[in-house]
C-alpha cells in the first residue's frame, strides 16, 4: 500500500527556533495533504488542509502565521512551526489520500509516523 | 460544534476474548466513517471504513456497525491479540468535505 514519511521523527529545539517537518507521499502524488497535532492522551485534531499549488486552508484557531505550510510539489509538504515555545510541543501526524482503498470511493487517509517536537 | 464522540476511553478483555469498541457521532451530514488503529508513538493506521448506506462490513477478525437511527458506530474485534493493544478513533467524513474528524479514542488492554 502507499507510505507516507515523515521527517524528523523526533526534533529537540530551543525556544524562539523554527523547525521544518516534512511530509512525503512514496510511490504515489497526493494533491492534498492533511497536517494534524496530537497531545499525549488525546485525539487527533486537524490543523490545516495542505494543497499543491496553492495556499493551504488552516482550521479555525490555527495561526497561519506561525504553523506555515508549504506544497511545492505532489509529493511532499512540509509544516514549519516558527518561533516555537513549549506549548507548541507534540506530535506532528501528516496525511495524504490513499485511493482504491476502502470502499469505493473512499475518503482513507494513510498516516505518517509522526513527528514529536519539544521545545525546550 | 459537532463531534465525534467515545463512550469508553478505557478497556481492558481478556485474550482471545471479543472485544467491542462504540463511538457515537452527532453530525447528521457525515456520510462515510473510517476506524483507525494507533500504537504508541506511531501514526494511526487503516482497519476498515463504512458508508452510510450500509449497516454492517466485516473484515479480517473486525467488523464495522453503523446505526444511523441513533448514530452510533461500533468496531467489534475478534479473537482478539496482544497486538491489538492500542488506542482507537473513529473519524467521520462529512459529505462533500475532505478533511476527517476523529473522535476522542479509546484504549484498548490486551490481557494474556
Known amino acids: 500500500g502507499a507510505v507516507v514519511s515523515q521527517h524528523p521523527s523526533r526534533v529537540i529545539c530551543k525556544s524562539g527556533t523554527s523547525v521544518k517537518i516534512e511530509c512525503r507521499s512514496l510511490d504515489f502524488q497526493a494533491t492534498t495533504m492533511f497536517w494534524y497535532r496530537q497531545f499525549p492522551k488525546q485525539s487527533l485534531m486537524l490543523m490545516a488542509t495542505s494543497n499543491e499549488g496553492s495556499k493551504a486552508t488552516y482550521e479555525q484557531g490555527v495561526e497561519k502565521d506561525k504553523f506555515l505550510i508549504n506544497h511545492a510539489s505532489l509529493t511532499l509538504s512540509t509544516l514549519t512551526v516558527t518561533s516555537a515555545h513549549p506549548e507548541d510541543s507534540s506530535f506532528y501526524i501528516c496525511?495524504?489520500?490513499?485511493w482504491g482503498v476502502g470502499v469505493a470511493g473512499a475518503n482513507v487517509l494513510t498516516f505518517g509516523a509522526g513527528s514529536r517536537l519539544t521545545v525546550l | 460544534g459537532e463531534s465525534v464522540g467515545l463512550h469508553l476511553p478505557t478497556l481492558s478483555v481478556q485474550e482471545g476474548d471479543n472485544s467491542i469498541i462504540n463511538c457515537a457521532y452527532s453530525n447528521s451530514a457525515s456520510d462515510y466513517f473510517i476506524w483507525y488503529k494507533q500504537e504508541s508513538g506511531k501514526g494511526p493506521q487503516f482497519i476498515i471504513d463504512i458508508r452510510s448506506n450500509m449497516d454492517k462490513r466485516q473484515g479480517q477478525r473486525v467488523t464495522v456497525l453503523l446505526n444511523k437511527t441513533v448514530k452510533h458506530l461500533s468496531l467489534q474485534i475478534a479473537a482478539t491479540q496482544p497486538g491489538d493493544s492500542a488506542v482507537y478513533f473513529c473519524a467521520e467524513n462529512m459529505k462533500g468535505a475532505q478533511k476527517l474528524v476523529f473522535g476522542q479514542g479509546t484504549r484498548l488492554t490486551i490481557n494474556p
Open positions: 496525511s495524504a489520500r490513499e
